[in-house]
């Protein structure tokens, strides 16, 4: 069964950091492309970052280049999201997604608050 287990979140000041994890289970993690969504109030899902399998490639949505990185250690089957220089509107639930196979399987999110 996959499961996936967000960590990390919570409030921090504008232009303070933080560090999601994502533990995953169930399935074969360093042969999976991994991802970090999230979604803002009154607002649509949004693609963050993906990292392939072997973690040699890496995209990053153009609001976060810079700032975000994405990484995963794959001996541990843990995905990360390293958040620096955080804005107000990086203000959102955080979700990791794990490709599997042709199915996608999604995390319960977790509160990333960016405010004074």
């Known amino acids: 069964q996959v499961q996936l287990v967000e960590s990390g979140g919570g409030l921090v000041q504008p232009g303070g950091s933080l560090r999601l994890s994502c533990a995953a289970s169930?399935?074969?993690?360093?042969?999976?492309?991994m991802s970090w969504y999230r979604q803002a109030p009154g607002k649509g899902q949004e693609l963050v970052a993906s990292?392939?399998?072997?973690?040699?490639?890496?995209n990053y949505a153009d609001s976060v280049k810079g700032r975000f990185t994405i990484s995963r250690d794959n001996a541990k089957n843990v995905l990360y999201l390293q958040m620096n220089s955080l804005k107000p509107e990086d203000t959102a639930v955080y979700y990791c997604k794990a490709r599997v196979t042709v199915l996608d399987w999604w995390g319960q999110g977790i509160q990333v608050t960016v405010s004074s």
């Open positions: 169930g399935f074969t993690f360093s042969r999976s492309a």
């Open positions: 990292i392939t399998g072997g973690g040699g490639t890496t």
